[in-house]
Every structure is written in C-alpha cells, then in structure tokens.
C-alpha cells in the first residue's frame, strides 16, 4: 500500500521551508496504460514526484535540490504562465514548470518525461491541453529513443501519436517496425488498429492481452 509522509522541505530558492509530501512507499497491482502510465496505487501518488514551493513556484523532486538554471526563470511570464496553458489540475504546473527548468538546462530526458506526467495529469481532470502537450513531448521522446529503452519509448511514442489523433503517421511509421520484445510488438500491432479505427481513447497492456487477435 502506498504510505506517504509530510516532512518540512528547505527551498534551496528561496530559503522558505513548508511541508511536503515524501512517499515512503506504494505499490502497483495491475497492467499499466500503454503508454507505460502505472496502475494503482502508485497512480496516485503523483502529487510526491515533483513538488512545488508555495512561496517561488520552484518545481523539484527535492526543494532542496539546487536550480540548475538561473533563478530569473521563475520570475518569467513563460513560467509564471505555464506559456498560457490554462491547466484544470493543480499538478500540472508543476510538471509543465519543471519541464521548463529542464529545457533551459538542455536535459532532454527530464523534459519529456514531465511533459508525458503532466498530460496524465490532464487526463485526470479532463483537460483538453493533454492533446496539446503531448504533441509537445514528441519531439523530445524522438530525441532519447536512440539513448533510452528503446523498446519502452518506441511503445510510448506509438501511444502518443495515436492519442493526438495522427493516425495516418502512426500507420506509416509503424507497419514495419518489429522490436526484439514480442510482447511489444502485439502493443504495437494494437495500435496500428486502433489508428485504423481512428481511435485515441486511453488502453492498458491488460486490453491488448486479452485482445486475442494480437
Ligand atoms: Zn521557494
């Protein structure tokens, strides 16, 4: 089960403390979503990957974790804005500011991964940004596949181009691409089909496996 502490958190911006979330530990019963998204319980433990100081806005794992960029960045209109995303959840700022501390430092990895949370996020509150913010993760994961695992990001990147709606490149783009992991080679196949059907619904792993005709 999922246990989560409030612990009192220095901003290393700042210098103002407040409480915070740690988690202490969770668990996951359950397939995952296909874009590797974790089921319960440690979907909703969200709210302790990034946290966010309630006197800078400054976003972290760890508030006390130095700010790699310059500290005018959390003053700027970009971030104080989230660049005009009107977000529905209180956690996707959080999110969309880290992946902007992350960008102006060039990691690119830490850039798309909270671009990818804070759609999830979105997904919770029934936002429409999601669409929009996964289209902006795209570039990002097309950089770290040749880095990453690539198998996991490939199945990742195939979820994000069908769940904003470019079928036809995901079809193109994927019929003849074959993993050395069968298992993510049926999610791949599923996809396709789903792109067929012109369908961007959210699926787990659990409905390809128990979709037989893959
Ligand atoms: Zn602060």
């Known amino acids: 089960m999922t246990k989560i502490h409030e612990i009192e958190q220095k901003c290393s911006v700042c210098g103002h403390t407040s409480p915070q979330p740690m988690l202490a530990s969770t668990n996951t019963m359950g397939y995952p979503d296909l874009d590797l998204r974790p089921a319960e319980m440690k979907r909703s433990t969200m709210n302790t990957w990034i946290l966010e100081c309630p006197h800078c806005s ?3 794992h760890n508030l006390g974790d130095m700010l790699e960029s310059p500290k005018d960045l959390l003053k700027s209109e970009s ?5 005009g995303y009107d977000f529905k959840g209180r956690l996707s700022p959080r999110f969309y500011r ?3 501390i ?7 990895e830490e850039c798309f991964y909270n671009l990818l949370y804070c759609a999830w996020t979105c997904d919770d509150n029934e936002d429409e940004n999601a669409a929009e913010i996964r289209k902006q993760a795209i570039p990002y994961i097309e950089e770290i596949i040749p880095h990453g695992n690539a198998n996991n990001l490939i199945a990742i990147k195939a979820d994000l181009l069908r769940r904003t709606g470019q079928y036809e490149q995901l079809i193109e783009e994927y019929s003849n691409i074959y993993t050395d992991d069968a298992a993510i080679n049926r999610v791949l196949k599923f996809q396709i ?3 067929q059907e012109q369908d ?3 699926y787990t792993v ?7 005709r893959f």
Do not use: F, G, M, P
């Not at 992350?102 to 690119?108: D, G, L, M, T, V």
């Not at 659990?206 to 037989?212: F, G, K, N």
């Open 79 to 83: 971030y104080t804005t989230c660049d």
């Open 200 to 202: 961007n619904a959210c």
């Open 102 to 108: 992350a960008k102006e430092s060039n990691n690119i």
């Open 58 to 60: 400054y976003a972290a």
């Open 98 to 100: 880290r992946h902007l």
């Open 193 to 195: 089909q789903k792109a």
């Open 206 to 212: 659990e409905d390809v496996v128990e979709s037989r």
